[in-house]
């Protein structure tokens, strides 16, 4: 198994992407959906940043991490955090 890439491993065009926000104002999140090489537009990558600090760091989630932190959102996971 490869490691990881980071957003900059990716070899892709952070501003080009497709970012869809969580909500307005500069501390919502904004979530990106790359394609994997060679897999026409299946999405491989899930990117994840602060709107307000769009030049900042960058989390990468696989799908499965993805699919995981979806999860434990629906059953309420988090919820304490929120508080």
């Given at each position: 198994m490869s490691?990881?890439?980071t957003a900059a491993g990716l070899g892709i065009d952070l501003d080009a992407q497709d970012w869809r926000?969580?909500?307005d104002g500069d501390d919502?999140?904004?979530i990106a959906f790359v394609g994997g090489a060679?897999?026409?537009t299946e999405t491989e990558w899930v990117?994840?940043?602060?709107a307000g600090d769009p030049e900042g760091?960058?989390?990468?989630y696989d799908r499965h991490e993805w699919e995981c932190f979806l999860d434990g959102v629906r059953g309420g996971e988090f919820d304490d955090a929120a508080r």
């Open positions: 490691a990881k890439p926000r969580s909500s919502a999140l904004e060679g897999r026409g990117l994840m940043r602060v760091q960058v989390l990468v």
